[in-house]
C-alpha cells in the first residue's frame, strides 16, 4: 500500500516561530502537494511539486514556503507563524500519469497561539 | 472555486443504497469526474473516476448524464463506516494532480 505520512499530527506552536511540516511518501511518486483545510472553505491548495527541487504555487501560498531536495520528501515551511494559519494541513502524492488518485497522508492538526 | 456543486449534507440508512448528486454543467470535454471521500480525521481517499461512461469499482458505482452535466455517487450498501465528506471534483485528463476540492457533501449513515 502506498503510504505518505506526516510528521506530526498535532502541533501546538506560538506566533512568530518557524514551523516544519514534514510529510514522506514511500511510492517513488514524483508530485506531492501541501493543502491547507479549514472548516466550511474545504481543501485549498498551498504548494505543490512536480520533481526535486521544482515548486509551484498554489492557490494560497502566501506565509509558506517549501522544500523539496528528495524525492520522496516535501517540507512546508511558516517562516513566521501566525494564528490565522491555525488549521488541518494535509500532504499528497501522485504518480504522474495516473492524475486522478492523489494519495493523502493522515493529517497535521496545528494550532498557533 | 470548485467547478461542482453539492448538497451540504444527506442521511442514509445503514445498509441502504446512498445516492450523492453532483452538478458540473460547466464541465469541459477533456475533464474527468472524480470522487473521493474524507472520513473524519484522515486525509481524503480517492474513491473512482469517470470521463462519459458510468464506472464501477469495490466502493461505489459512478453514473454520469449523457449531457456530463451531473453525475451520482452509488454506495450501493452503506454501512456507518461510510460516514464522511463525499468530494466530487472535475479536473483534466493530465492535470497532474491539483484538483480542486470544493466543500462536499456530509453523509451521515444511521443505524
Known amino acids: 500500500d502506498v503510504k505518505v505520512t506526516q510528521s506530526s499530527r498535532y502541533l501546538v506552536k506560538r506566533t512568530g516561530e518557524k514551523v516544519f511540516l514534514e510529510c514522506v511518501q514511500d511510492?517513488?511518486?514524483?508530485?506531492m502537494f501541501w493543502y491547507r483545510q479549514d472548516p466550511g472553505l474545504g481543501l485549498r491548495l498551498i504548494y505543490f511539486?512536480?520533481?526535486?527541487?521544482?515548486?509551484e504555487k498554489g492557490d494560497i501560498p502566501e506565509g509558506y514556503s517549501v522544500s523539496r531536495e528528495k524525492k520522496e520528501r516535501f517540507s512546508l515551511i511558516l517562516e513566521s507563524a501566525s494564528t490565522n494559519q491555525t488549521s488541518m494541513y494535509l500532504c499528497?502524492?501522485?504518480?504522474?500519469?495516473?492524475?486522478?488518485?492523489?494519495?493523502f497522508g493522515p493529517g497535521t492538526r496545528l494550532t498557533v497561539t | 472555486d470548485a467547478k461542482t456543486t453539492q448538497p451540504p449534507s444527506m442521511d442514509c440508512a445503514e445498509g441502504r443504497a446512498a445516492n450523492l448528486p453532483c452538478n458540473h454543467s460547466t464541465i469541459s470535454g477533456n475533464e474527468y469526474v472524480y470522487w473521493y471521500r474524507q472520513i473524519h480525521s484522515q486525509g481524503p481517499q480517492y474513491i473512482i473516476h469517470?470521463?462519459?461512461n458510468n464506472e464501477t469499482n469495490e466502493m461505489a458505482s459512478l453514473i454520469i448524464t449523457e449531457d456530463r452535466k451531473s453525475s451520482t455517487l452509488i454506495l450501493p450498501h452503506a454501512t456507518l463506516r461510510d460516514t464522511a465528506v463525499y468530494y466530487c471534483?472535475?479536473?483534466?485528463?493530465?492535470?497532474?494532480?491539483?484538483?480542486?476540492f470544493g466543500k462536499g457533501t456530509k453523509l451521515s449513515v444511521k443505524p
Open positions: 499528497a502524492s501522485i504518480a504522474t500519469g495516473q492524475a486522478y488518485e492523489q494519495y
Open positions: 469517470g470521463l462519459k
Open positions: 511510492m517513488d511518486h514524483e508530485n
Open positions: 471534483i472535475v479536473s483534466p485528463e493530465g492535470s497532474q494532480g491539483n484538483l480542486i
Open positions: 511539486s512536480y520533481d526535486v527541487k521544482m515548486k
